[in-house]
């Protein structure tokens, strides 16, 4: 349940399409009952509109770079494919990575920052596209040799 004030209860369940954004504690969650018996306040909650907006916005900007790389003729890597490409799983020497929570290996336990086998995963895209664009040979780095995540 999720605080609504355009709405007579100040409350409603949440949408197919709305984001509860991790920054909402979990001891809050668990501790103070929010989302069951207290509302998620919207300062937590993307609604679809907030949604909508992030996105086209995100479409917009990758559309100004696309159009700006082309003109220079300057390589680009497409990391939302890269990002598709990881939430289904993405192996590396051997080790699974993916953006599944905490045992997807590729974010930090904040769930938004790459962790440091994430950003390895992602400067291994770019070298790929740089290495391709520009025919250079730069070598990938060892994803699996930089820390992983001390759980919680």
Request: glycine share 8%; charged share 15%.
């Amino acid at each position: 349940m999720i605080a609504d004030s355009s709405v007579s209860t100040g409350r409603r369940q949440i949408e197919e399409g709305e984001l509860i954004l991790l920054s909402v504690s979990a001891d809050s969650l668990i501790c103070n009952g929010l989302g069951r018996t207290v509302p998620i306040p919207a300062k937590f909650v993307l609604d679809a509109d907030e949604v909508f907006a992030i996105t086209n916005a995100i479409g917009a900007y990758n559309t100004a770079i696309q159009n700006y790389c082309t003109a220079n003729n300057i390589a680009m890597a497409h990391m939302r494919n890269f990002f598709n490409t990881l939430s289904t799983g993405y192996v590396f020497n051997g080790a699974t990575y993916s953006t599944e929570y905490l045992s997807g290996g590729a974010f930090s336990t904040d769930g938004f920052y790459p962790s440091q086998r994430g950003a390895a995963l992602m400067a291994n895209q770019f070298l790929r596209v740089i290495n391709s664009f520009y025919s250079a040979k730069i070598p990938l780095v060892d994803v699996n040799k930089y820390p992983g995540i001390a759980f919680p």
